[in-house]
């Protein structure tokens, strides 16, 4: 993938995020940026930015996403706003996700979204899931390159055969689970991010702004 549309996945992942609801900081996206390449490993065992991703900085990192950052703000892709202690927020532009969406393969974009709004405003639950269910971070220490020939392609989809049952017995089980479906769809749609005290609020923002500024300023030799 070239580098104008790497920008347009950056513009991709802010202007989804903005369409449900959730304020991105700039580390969630170069953490996002990270599992775009994971997923497109997963299918053909290369990322898709051929970026030198590090355990370095919380996680996975590298100066490239966060200039690919830069880039899509400078074409008016995202906008970047500074929160109340100086961290970096980022928000879609005024395109629609779809827009930037064809450019995507289907095998990025759709678990991209998926986690996106799996990890709504939940940045702990975010970190936790890539550092123990990401191939690359499960056996790498801090400082080294990170290695995505590791990932594995997720295994298909059992099909379920349920038993034989009656007519009136199957329409019951059909409804219940239309029901659960109906329900899990409404849990997700109202969820909304924890919510701080103002105290608790400031100190997470002051480690926004720390966490963002080590990485911006971090040189990876």
Same mark, same amino acid.
């Given at each position: 993938?070239?580098? @104008?549309?790497?920008?347009? =996945?950056?513009?991709?992942?802010?202007? %989804? $995020?903005? +369409?449900?609801?959730?304020? #991105? &900081?700039?580390? @969630?996206?170069?953490?996002? =940026?990270?599992?775009?390449?994971?997923? %497109? $490993?997963? +299918?053909?065992?290369?990322? #898709? &930015?051929?970026?030198?991703?590090?355990?370095?900085?919380?996680?996975?990192?590298?100066?490239? $996403?966060? +200039?690919?950052?830069?880039?899509?703000?400078?074409?008016?892709?995202?906008?970047?706003?500074?929160?109340?202690?100086?961290?970096?927020?980022?928000?879609?532009?005024?395109?629609?996700?779809?827009?930037?969406?064809?450019?995507?393969?289907?095998?990025?974009?759709?678990?991209?979204?998926?986690?996106?709004?799996?990890?709504?405003?939940?940045?702990?639950?975010?970190?936790?899931?890539?550092?123990?269910?990401?191939?690359?971070?499960?056996?790498?220490?801090?400082?080294?390159?990170?290695?995505?020939?590791?990932?594995?392609?997720?295994?298909?989809?059992?099909?379920?055969?349920?038993?034989?049952?009656?007519?009136?017995?199957?329409?019951?089980?059909?409804?219940?689970?239309?029901?659960?479906?109906?329900?899990?769809?409404?849990?997700?749609?109202?969820?909304?991010?924890?919510?701080?005290?103002?105290?608790?609020?400031?100190?997470?923002?002051?480690?926004?702004?720390?966490?963002?500024?080590?990485?911006?300023?971090?040189?990876?030799?």
């Amino acid at each position: 993938m070239n580098k @104008q549309y790497l920008e347009y =996945l950056v513009g991709f992942v802010a202007a %989804y $995020a903005q +369409e449900i609801g959730i304020s #991105l &900081s700039k580390t @969630q996206v170069v953490k996002f =940026l990270y599992l775009a390449d994971l997923f %497109y $490993a997963r +299918e053909y065992k290369k990322t #898709l &930015s051929n970026w030198p991703w590090r355990y370095w900085h919380y996680g996975p990192y590298c100066t490239e $996403a966060v +200039e690919s950052i830069k880039k899509a703000h400078q074409k008016s892709l995202i906008f970047v706003e500074e929160g109340l202690e100086g961290e970096l927020f980022i928000k879609g532009s005024r395109f629609h996700s779809e827009k930037y969406e064809r450019h995507i393969p289907a095998e990025v974009s759709s678990p991209l979204k998926y986690y996106i709004k799996t990890f709504a405003g939940d940045l702990t639950g975010l970190l936790n899931y890539i550092y123990s269910e990401t191939e690359p971070m499960l056996e790498a220490d801090y400082g080294d390159y990170l290695d995505f020939s590791t990932a594995q392609k997720l295994p298909p989809l059992k099909k379920i055969h349920l038993p034989r049952m009656s007519k009136e017995r199957r329409k019951k089980c059909r409804a219940l689970i239309e029901r659960i479906v109906s329900r899990r769809e409404q849990i997700l749609k109202n969820r909304k991010p924890l919510c701080l005290s103002p105290e608790v609020l400031k100190i997470v923002e002051k480690a926004y702004r720390i966490w963002d500024e080590e990485e911006a300023s971090s040189e990876l030799e």
